[in-house]
């Protein structure tokens, strides 16, 4: 299954869950996703709790945002209840963690890859890495941020360490 495939399964799967249009999810997902980069960009970190956080090379602050707030602002962009956006990026994450837990690699589009690693046919760690647009957009702006690491979530390492 490719990756269009995939996002157009999981959007489906959260506007059914939730039963809001598919174009909704999808704007509200592409919305926050975009905001992350803005974010990165700018030298903020930028978790998805649970399962990663993205933290650049040089912060501009030593303060860091929740899901709800940064659901907030993009709520207010889009003209949506904040609960709505909350609710769709809490269950874009819960279903991101869950497809790694069954093995599927997961990419938070424009943002991290994380690929599920096998031992003895179980997924026991998994490698995330930023994606190479994320890179190229770095290389290409006029901003103090140069590099961004990747960090698994302790809960998720210990989750898979355990199955």
């Given at each position: 299954?490719?990756?269009?495939?995939?996002?157009?399964?999981?959007?489906?799967?959260?506007?059914?869950?939730?039963?809001?249009?598919?174009?909704?999810?999808?704007?509200?997902?592409?919305?926050?996703?975009?905001?992350?980069?803005?974010?990165?960009?700018?030298?903020?970190?930028?978790?998805?709790?649970?399962?990663?956080?993205?933290?650049?090379?040089?912060?501009s602050t030593n303060y860091s945002t929740t899901l709800?707030?940064?659901?907030?602002?993009?709520?207010?962009?889009?003209?949506?209840?904040?609960?709505?956006?909350?609710?769709?990026?809490?269950?874009?994450?819960?279903d991101a963690i869950e497809n790694i837990q069954n093995?599927?690699?997961?990419?938070?589009?424009?943002?991290?890859?994380?690929?599920?690693?096998?031992?003895?046919?179980?997924?026991?760690?998994?490698?995330?890495?930023?994606?190479?647009?994320?890179?190229?957009?770095?290389?290409?702006?006029?901003?103090?941020?140069?590099?961004?690491?990747?960090?698994?979530?302790?809960?998720?390492?210990?989750?898979?360490?355990?199955?």
């Amino acid at each position: 299954m490719d990756d269009r495939t995939r996002i157009g399964i999981q959007v489906w799967i959260i506007a059914d869950k939730y039963n809001i249009s598919q174009t909704t999810v999808h704007t509200i997902i592409n919305s926050y996703l975009a905001y992350c980069k803005e974010l990165l960009i700018n030298g903020e970190r930028v978790d998805f709790y649970g399962l990663v956080s993205i933290v650049p090379d040089t912060l501009s602050t030593n303060y860091s945002t929740t899901l709800a707030y940064n659901c907030s602002i993009i709520a207010d962009r889009l003209g949506l209840p904040s609960y709505t956006v909350y609710r769709i990026m809490q269950a874009y994450i819960e279903d991101a963690i869950e497809n790694i837990q069954n093995g599927v690699t997961v990419e938070m589009r424009g943002l991290v890859v994380c690929r599920p690693i096998y031992e003895n046919r179980k997924v026991t760690k998994v490698h995330s890495n930023i994606s190479q647009s994320l890179k190229n957009i770095l290389a290409s702006e006029s901003t103090n941020v140069k590099s961004l690491r990747v960090h698994t979530y302790k809960v998720l390492r210990d989750t898979l360490s355990n199955v």
